[in-house]
């Protein structure tokens, strides 16, 4: 049991509610083959891509005059070297990359579960751009969008990745909360929203590529 658990995102009345007890039996559902809603949180298999794809297609409908070239792009093969976003960086010039990632929830890690999303100061490829964090990080707080930050270890991104090869110069690494990575993955819809928010904002007023 110190490695196993039901999660389901309601209140002890909610439960009582629905009938669940401690004893009840549970068995494991079809539907968690699909992306399933937990009240403000999303679980699935793969949310690492499934969500940040959610994102760049919101970005996309939602993004009408953006101050600068933009180009979202869904890369292939990132857990094992990052291939498609060196693929795409070696032969399109890039001022900035600013990389969506999921955020491991983990107790070694200063990262809070909810709305906020996460901007990464360094991970297992090196530092991240001080200076695209801290317009990140101003457009944040102009725009009243909660953000933490973190350093991560055991960890890599398109941005980091690229940055270190020498394909792009400033890369920043916009990340959301998310438990049980690379299993079955939850996430809060709220930061997943903020994500977007915050790259439409960047994109609306910055002056570098993103």
Sequence with gaps: ????????????????????????????????KRPFRMNDYIASYTLDNKASVAILLALAASLKQPAIDVYLVASAKEEVGAIGAMYFTQRQHLDALIALEICPLSSEYPIEDGAAPV??????????????????QQIAKQNKIPIQF??????????SIAMKFGHVPRAACLGFPTQNTHGYEIAHLGAIEHCTKLLRAYCEGADCVG
């Design 150 to 159: 973190a350093a991560i270890s055991g960890f890599g991104s398109d941005g």
């Design 1 to 32: 049991w110190e490695d196993a658990w039901v999660e389901t995102k309601c209140t002890t009345d909610e439960l009582e509610l629905a009938g669940i007890r401690p004893g009840t039996r549970m068995v494991i559902g079809k539907h968690r």
């Design 119 to 136: 901007l990464l100061s360094q991970d297992a490829y090196g530092l991240y751009d001080e200076g695209l964090n801290k317009q990140i």
